[in-house]
Antibody
Framework: EVQLVESGGRVAQPGGSLRLSCAAS????????MNWVRQAPGKGLEWLSW????????TYADSVRGRFAISRDNSKESLFLQMNALRPDDSAVYYC??????????WGQGTLVIVSS | QSALTQEASLSGTVGQKVTLSCIGD????????VGWYQQISHGAPKAVML??SLPSGIPDRFSGSKSGTTASLTISGLQPEDEAVYFC???????????FGGGTKLTVL
């Protein structure tokens, strides 16, 4: 069974940093591209970042480019999101999402980030 | 990044057929499979259609189609448990971004 378990969400100060992690199991992690997607309270889904299966190519949404960095460790079957220069509008549930072909297929349960002083 | 366009809300009665749409353009829906995701009460989204393929465990009353730059999700024989928000998504090769629609709130009357 495919499992994606996010962690690292907490309350952070504006201007601060957080690192989110996603532990993958139940599939060959190194063979799949991965995404981070977030959802602010009462809002829709916002894609943030994509990373290739070997981890040598990535892309970002305009809203986070230059502040967030996606990475992965295939040996540890883990995906990461380094979040810097946090703003209150970064408050959201952050999802780790597997991509199959060109389509997201499996989602984690999410981890909550609150940016507030 | 631009979003895909979905109806804000739709409703139907139990047993009815309902079709949700997702409008994009040639750089996204026109070029790639579209994913559809069901979100119930702000839980994690769950894939209910990937292109025209039904993920494991999803009932066959769900079906997907695409014509040009518009994708559709049809639920035949609506059930109370289908009440949810449904999002569509497609990769955009020009933007190098995964686009999402704003979501359709489906109410089962």
């Amino acid at each position: 069974e495919v499992q994606l378990v996010e962690s690292g969400g907490r309350v952070a100060q504006p201007g601060g940093s957080l690192r989110l992690s996603c532990a993958a199991s139940g599939f060959m992690f190194r063979s799949y591209e991965m995404n981070w997607v977030r959802q602010a309270p009462g809002k829709g889904l916002e894609w943030l970042s994509w990373i290739s299966s070997p981890g040598d190519d990535m892309t970002y949404a305009d809203s986070v480019r230059g502040r967030f960095a996606i990475s992965r460790d295939n040996s540890k079957e883990s995906l990461f999101l380094q979040m810097n220069a946090l703003r209150p509008d970064d408050s959201a549930v952050y999802y780790c999402v597997r991509r199959s072909g060109a389509t997201p297929d499996h989602w984690g349960q999410g981890t909550l980030v609150i940016v507030s002083s | 990044q631009s979003a895909l366009t979905q109806e804000a809300s739709l409703s139907g009665t139990v047993g009815q057929k309902v079709t949700l749409s997702c409008i994009g353009d040639s750089t996204n829906i026109g070029s790639y499979d579209v994913g559809w995701y069901q979100q119930i009460s702000h839980g994690a989204p769950k894939a209910v259609m990937l292109g025209t393929s039904l993920p494991s465990g999803i009932p066959d009353r769900f079906s997907g189609s695409k014509s040009g730059t518009t994708a559709s999700l049809t639920i035949s024989g609506l059930q109370p448990e289908d009440e949810a928000v449904y999002f569509c998504s497609a990769w955009d090769y020009s933007l190098r971004a995964q686009l999402f629609g704003g979501g359709t709130k489906l109410t089962v009357l």
